[in-house]
């Protein structure tokens, strides 16, 4: 199975919640791997870069607003389809559509403020990836839990 790296953002509201931990635990539990993280401000340059595809949108700029508020923790993560894997962890869109069991279904009731950012696509997981870090940022490692974790051979 194709291992992925997707970026996550731990947006405002899940820093200033005190949410970080339990946010980053969501996805780490799984088995994927953390191999790059960072808490960061982001500028409004970064913002519109990030969110190039809601440029002229109407909720565009309380999004700019709001995602420069205050500090986020990016996150790099990796492992078997890390991408459609994360999006499943966070939840709809919407806190308010988001079923319980994700993070935006456990821990939001707003619409914007819904706590996360991942990438919607290996393709754009790389764009985003590299606006967030630097090549040297993003480590290669292995940890012994792996075999356990990321391995595809049928054990039944
Ligand atoms: P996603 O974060 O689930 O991928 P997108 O459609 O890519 O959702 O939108 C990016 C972000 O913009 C959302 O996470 C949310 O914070 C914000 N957003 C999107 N649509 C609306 C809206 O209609 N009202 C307020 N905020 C919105
Ligand atoms: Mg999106």
């Avoid at 340059?45 to 700019?64: I, M, N, P, R, T």
């Avoid at 996150?75 to 078997?80: C, H, N, R, S, Y």
């Avoid at 319980?100 to 996360?116: C, E, H, K, M």
Wanted: with cysteine.
């Amino acid at each position: 199975m194709a291992i992925e790296r997707t970026l996550i953002l731990i947006k405002p509201d899940g820093v200033q919640r005190a949410l970080v931990g339990e946010i980053v635990n969501r996805f780490e539990r799984t088995g994927m791997k953390i191999v790059g993280m960072k808490l960061m401000q982001m500028t409004p340059e970064l913002a519109s870069q990030h969110y190039k595809d809601h440029v002229g949108k109407g909720f565009y700029d309380g999004l700019v607003k709001f995602m420069t508020s205050s500090p986020l923790v990016a996150l790099a993560i990796e492992g078997p389809k890390a991408v459609d894997n994360c999006r499943k962890l966070m939840g709809k869109t919407f806190c308010t559509d988001a079923v319980a069991g994700t993070i935006r279904g456990d821990f939001g009731i707003s619409r914007g403020l819904n706590l996360v950012h991942g990438s919607d696509s290996p393709e754009s997981a790389q764009r985003e990836l590299g606006l967030f870090f630097q090549a040297n940022e993003l480590l290669e490692y292995s940890r012994a839990v792996d075999a356990w974790t990321q391995n595809d051979e049928d054990r039944g």
